[in-house]
């Protein structure tokens, strides 16, 4: 039975490159998060996606950052045009369907992004 | 892994101890806390929770206390054993998505044999 799949593990990006960042849920979950750990803090919440919905994204900051969770495929994490300040661990969390959405979400193990 | 260690809280306990880890949480209307343990270069593990309508539930050799009242909540660890070192995060959920988290700032256990 796997469990969250991200990657990569880890990723490096020069300033002003794209970095794309994949999480396939585990069997079964229909619900996905992201989340970001900049160094010496908790994780902070993103945004939350249903299949092809994006259903909260409070988190995501307002520009060079856009998540998807296709019909088919993984969830995608994009960040554009790079900057040092987006170098953090970025984990993505899946949580199957249930009444209200009231159900516990497990966490892959993240990509490290380093922008050089 | 991720750097956490210079501002964190920390705990340090012999083996064989027993540890308390406390958060403070912010929200009232957060209805389900969690604890999680983060080992270096790792993802968050689940290791327990607990819903609004309880001040106690346990586990194994792990316990968590809620007190809502002054929106506190604490972790347990009985007969520590040096694999328990990692950071713990307390983590509130509430509303319709359990997945929706806000993490605590996180304490640095260490056990030392």
């Known amino acids: 039975n796997a469990g969250v799949m991200q990657n990569p593990r880890h990723l490096v990006r020069r300033r002003g490159q794209e970095a794309r960042l994949r999480c396939s849920p585990m069997?079964?979950?229909?619900?996905v998060y992201w989340y970001r750990q900049l160094p010496e803090e908790g994780l902070k919440f993103m945004v939350y996606?249903?299949?092809?919905?994006?259903?909260?994204e409070s988190g995501m900051p307002k520009e060079r950052f856009s998540a998807e969770f296709p019909k088919e495929g993984p969830s995608i994490l994009r960040i554009q045009q790079v900057v040092r300040g987006d170098s953090a661990a970025y984990f993505c969390?899946?949580?199957?369907?249930?009444?209200?959405?009231?159900?516990?979400?497990?966490f892959g193990q993240g990509t490290r992004l380093t922008v050089v | 892994g991720e750097s956490v260690g210079l501002h964190l809280p920390t705990l340090s306990v012999q083996e064989g101890d027993n540890s308390i880890i406390n958060c403070a949480y912010s929200?009232?209307?957060?209805?389900?806390f969690i604890w999680y343990k983060q080992e270096s270069g790792k993802g968050p593990q689940f290791i327990i929770d607990?819903?609004?309508?309880?001040d106690k539930r346990q586990g194994q050799r792990v316990t968590v206390l809620l007190n809502k009242t002054v929106k506190h909540l604490s972790l347990q660890i009985a007969a520590t054993q040096p694999g328990d070192s990692a950071v713990y995060f307390c983590?509130?959920?509430?509303?319709?998505?359990?997945?929706?988290?806000?993490f605590g700032q996180g304490t640095i256990l260490t056990v030392h044999p």
């Open positions: 983590a509130e959920a509430g509303g319709t998505s359990y997945g929706k988290l806000t």
């Open positions: 969390a899946s949580s199957p369907p249930s009444q209200g959405g009231n159900t516990e979400a497990f």
């Open positions: 996606l249903q299949k092809e919905n994006i259903i909260d």
């Open positions: 929200n009232s209307a957060s209805d389900y």
């Open positions: 607990i819903r609004s309508n309880m």
């Open positions: 069997k079964g979950h229909s619900h």
